[in-house]
């Protein structure tokens, strides 16, 4: 939610350039409004997203955790490649996870400039980066 508040607070000011009447308003109190009553599925979609990401990291780092217990007792081969496999894992969802939270910032971003869902204002966001990624890598 307060992305999204900084974000529409940030665009009210910024396209309020020139009209008075719109200056004087509150644009935080305005934009938390905006979130909460016209956005707030798709921020809770949002923090949902994130949230079944660290659930995942925790249940493998507590996987981890017994795994490095139980080698203790021995070095077996499997136990070694189970090791191996679950430190692979706990890297590609850190990683994954970093995305996430990449995504969902200027997902709401852009749902505080178009309005429009977590889903669209994310596929938007993620074309609008790699469009701009592509044109200065044209440079």
């Known amino acids: 939610m307060c992305q999204f508040v900084i974000a529409s607070a940030a665009s009210y000011w910024y396209f309020s350039h020139g009209n008075e009447k719109l200056k004087d308003e509150s644009h935080i109190c305005k934009s938390f409004w905006r979130g909460l009553f ?8 949002g923090a949902l997203i994130l949230l079944i990401v ?11 955790k017994c795994s490095k217990q139980k080698s203790m007792d021995g070095n ?5 490649c189970d090791r191996c496999c679950v430190d692979c ?3 590609g969802l850190a990683c994954f996870e970093r995305f996430m939270r990449f995504i969902s910032k200027n997902a709401f971003i852009m749902m505080a400039i178009k309005g429009g869902t977590f889903c669209s204002s994310a596929h938007d ?7 701009t ?5 044209l440079t």
């Open 76 to 80: 077996s081969v499997e136990k070694t």
């Open 89 to 91: 894992l706990r890297c």
């Open 38 to 45: 016209y956005h707030g599925g798709s921020i809770a979609f």
């Open 54 to 64: 660290w659930v995942l990291q925790l249940f493998f780092e507590l996987f981890h």
């Open 133 to 137: 990624k592509s044109a200065y890598a």
């Open 125 to 131: 966001a993620f074309y609008l980066i790699m469009r």
